[in-house]
C-alpha cells in the first residue's frame, strides 16, 4: 500500500498571500489529521476530517481551513500568511480515527517570507 | 496546552547503552502513543499502550504506563546510530479523537 502522500514538498509565499497544501492518504483510510510543526510551539494540532465532515477543530484563526473530498483527499487552505505561518505541516491518516495510531506523510515545508 | 511532556527534552548516548525517555500527561487517557521523526520528515508509530495495560514490548523498544502517576517511559535497548531521531508522546486529549503531541525528546547516538 503507498502510504501517506503530502504535495508540495516545500513551498515559499510571501506574506499576504494563501497557499494550499495536499494530502493523498492511505488507500482506505477515512480520517485525515493536519498538524502544524515549528521549534517554538512543537506539534500542533489543526483539524480532522473524516468522510469529508471536518470532526475536530484546534485553536488556530479562520484563516486556516480544510477540506476533504470523497475520496478521502484532503486540502488545507492558509489565507493571507504572516510570518509565523512558517513551519512543517503534517498531514496524517487513519482508518477511522479517534485514539488510533496515525500514519503520516513526510510534509510540506512552508517558508513564508 | 500540551497534553503531553517529555523528559528530558535532549539525550545524548553512546552506542550499544540504553535511551529512556519520560512523558507525563494531566488528563485521563484513552491510550498513549510514543512517535518517532528523523529530521524534517514525518512521524512514525513505533507503540501504542492503552489505559490497561502497564508495559508493552516491540522489539528494542519497552514502554511503561503508570495511570495513577500520569506518566509514561519509553526504552529503548542497545541503541543504535540509526535510532538518533525525535521521540514523541502523544494521547488522546479527553475532547473527542484528537491526539495531542508533546514536545519531544531529542535523542543522539553517538557511533
Known amino acids: 500500500k503507498a502510504g501517506v502522500t503530502q504535495t508540495p514538498r516545500y513551498l515559499i509565499k510571501t506574506r499576504g498571500q494563501q497557499v494550499t497544501l495536499s494530502c493523498s492518504p492511505i488507500s482506505g483510510h477515512r480520517s485525515v489529521s493536519w498538524y502544524q510543526q515549528t521549534p517554538g510551539q512543537g506539534l500542533q494540532f489543526l483539524f480532522e476530517?473524516?468522510?469529508?465532515?471536518?470532526?475536530n477543530k484546534g485553536n488556530f484563526p479562520g484563516r486556516f481551513s480544510g477540506r476533504q473530498f470523497s475520496n478521502s483527499r484532503s486540502e488545507m487552505n492558509v489565507s493571507t500568511l504572516e510570518l509565523g505561518d512558517s513551519a512543517l505541516y503534517l498531514c496524517?491518516?487513519?482508518?477511522?480515527?479517534?485514539?488510533?495510531?496515525?500514519?503520516f506523510g513526510s510534509g510540506t515545508q512552508l517558508s513564508v517570507l | 496546552s500540551q497534553q503531553g511532556e517529555e523528559d528530558p527534552q535532549a539525550l545524548s548516548i553512546q552506542e550499544g547503552e540504553n535511551a529512556t525517555m519520560n512523558c507525563s500527561y494531566k488528563?485521563?487517557?484513552?491510550?498513549l502513543q510514543w512517535y518517532r521523526q528523523n529530521s524534517g520528515r514525518g512521524l512514525v508509530h513505533l507503540i501504542l499502550i492503552r489505559s490497561n495495560e502497564r508495559e508493552k514490548h516491540s522489539g528494542r523498544l519497552r514502554v511503561t504506563l503508570d495511570t495513577s502517576k500520569k506518566s509514561s517511559s519509553l526504552l529503548i535497548t542497545a541503541s543504535r546510530a540509526a535510532d538518533t531521531a525525535s521521540y514523541f508522546c502523544a494521547t488522546d486529549s479527553n475532547q473527542g479523537g484528537k491526539l495531542i503531541f508533546g514536545q519531544g525528546t531529542e535523542l543522539s547516538v553517538k557511533p
Open positions: 496524517a491518516s487513519s482508518l477511522s480515527g479517534g485514539y488510533e495510531k496515525l500514519f
Open positions: 488528563t485521563s487517557i484513552n491510550n
Open positions: 476530517y473524516f468522510s469529508e465532515t471536518q470532526r
